[in-house]
């Protein structure tokens, strides 16, 4: 099972928006509705963002959004806050009983 | 709240074991399948390893099939993965996970180092 394959890094000012893409193939993330994304500040422990595409986990702010499109699946996070920067890791179920991530974005807010 | 905290990593050389624990805390230990999830320096995240609660169903990545096993004990709310037959490429923080259904994993431990070295 191959990684899915992410920007290394993105980035944009205070209250802009931005979009990471996670792209991987139809045996993972195009033929799954299980994707997965992840906030992770360096030294801490990774933070569940979005499942199952788009849902949100409680406490988690209506800023962050997923979708997906075929073999990509998107990340969009909407009024960058300066908290928001981090690394941000995708995930899919990949079948048979496996999971697969991406190679993780850093969010840098300018 | 539910608290994850790994231990048992540090530095080994390489064909050398490791044993990790995640003790877990703030929830129901015996109700939820758990994995192990890896980082390598400047990668990804790796999934590893799944169990079910009862331990009865296992599954791993193919990279870590005979050398490492996942394995807990709801007694003591923790979770293992023993590592055997240790190289270099699995020098990387290791992270307890709660899985869920949905093919996420909602709480996360900090992690601990595991460095393979001579």
């Known amino acids: 099972q191959s990684a899915l394959t992410q920007p290394p890094s993105a980035s944009g000012s205070p209250g802009q928006s931005v979009t990471i893409s996670c792209t991987g193939t139809?045996?993972?993330?195009?033929?799954?509705?299980?994707i997965s994304w992840y906030q992770h500040h360096p030294g801490k422990a990774p933070k569940l963002m979005i499942y199952?595409?788009?849902k949100r986990p409680s406490g988690v702010p209506d800023r962050f959004s997923g979708s997906k499109s075929g073999n990509t699946a998107s990340l969009t996070v909407s009024g960058l806050q300066a908290e928001d920067e981090a690394d941000y890791h995708c995930s899919s179920y990949g079948g048979n009983n496996n999971l697969v991530f991406g190679g993780g974005t850093k969010l840098t807010v300018l | 709240e539910v608290e994850l905290v790994e231990s048992g990593g540090g530095l080994v050389q390489p064909g050398g074991s490791l044993r990790l624990s995640c003790a877990a805390s703030g929830f129901a230990f015996s109700t939820l399948w758990m994995s192990w999830v890896r980082q390598a320096p400047g990668k990804g995240l790796e999934w590893l390893a799944n169990i079910k609660q009862d331990g009865s169903e296992k599954y791993y990545v193919d990279s870590v099939k005979g050398r490492f096993t996942i394995f807990r004990d709801n007694a003591k709310n923790s979770l293992y993965l023993e590592m055997n037959s240790l190289r270099a490429e699995d020098t990387a923080v290791y992270y307890c996970?709660?899985?869920?259904?949905?093919?996420?994993?909602?709480?996360w431990g900090q992690g601990t180092l595991v460095t393979v070295s001579s």
């Open positions: 139809s045996s993972d993330v195009g033929g799954y509705n299980y």
């Open positions: 199952e595409v788009s």
């Open positions: 996970a709660r899985y869920r259904p949905w093919q996420a994993f909602d709480y």
